[in-house]
Structures are given as C-alpha cells and as structure tokens.
C-alpha cells in the first residue's frame, strides 16, 4: 500500500493549498482516511478525518472553516482544501489510511502512511 502525498509548497498567510493523496495498493473507499501534521520540534497531530462514504468528516479546532477534506473513492484519492493559512499551520502534512470506516483522530487507528508533504506559511 502506498500513499502519495503532494501538494505542499510556500504560501504567505491567507493563501490556499490543496493538498492530494492519492492511494495505490489499497481500494480505500472501505476505509476512513485523515491528514495529519507535524511541525518542527513538535508531535504529529490530528488535522482531519473523512470517513469511509464520504459523509462524516471531523476537524481539530484549530483548522475548523478553513479546511475541508474530501475524497474521490473513483479515482482512489483524498484532498484536503487548506484555506486562510497562518504560520502555525507550518508543518509537514501526512494522509493516512485507517483500519475503520468511521472517522477517527487516533494515530494509533491507522496502519497506513504517505511521506509527507511541506506546507510552509509566511507572514
């Protein structure tokens, strides 16, 4: 199972990103997917979830009205729209795959995980 993540790059505070992961190895429409981050010095944490139809999705406080994930089970791919970015938002940007349908923020409930993708925002 592979998890390609792209997307990232340098944005000044208030752009947009759309970050993509796209999936091969693993049909992930039966399972929820997230993104997650991790900035320098810091642990990795819960950005947001979708589960496996698409339906329910979740977010951390922090990124709540500025970002939206969304997923094409066709095309085998998860988006995460990121809008209104701040500095803190600076981190390397992780998609994972869980082993459940439902949408979840433990890291410990995905068993799948893409390389990375940087998100730098400067003020």
């Known amino acids: 199972v592979q998890l390609q993540a792209s997307g990232g790059g340098l944005v000044q505070a208030g752009g947009s990103l759309r970050l993509v992961c796209a999936a091969s190895g693993r049909t992930i429409s039966m399972y929820a997917m997230g993104w997650f981050r991790q900035a320098p010095g810091k642990e990795r944490e819960f950005v947001a979830a979708i589960s496996a139809s698409g339906g329910d999705t979740y977010y951390t406080a922090s990124v709540k009205g500025r970002f939206t994930i969304s997923r094409n089970n066709a095309e085998n791919t998860v988006y995460l729209q990121v809008n209104s970015l701040k500095p803190e938002d600076t981190a390397v940007y992780y998609c994972?795959?869980?082993?459940?349908?439902?949408?979840?923020?433990?890291?410990?409930?995905?068993?799948?995980w893409g390389q990375g993708t940087l998100v730098t925002v400067s003020s």
């Open positions: 994972a795959s869980s082993r459940f349908r439902e949408v979840t923020t433990a890291t410990t409930h995905y068993d799948y």
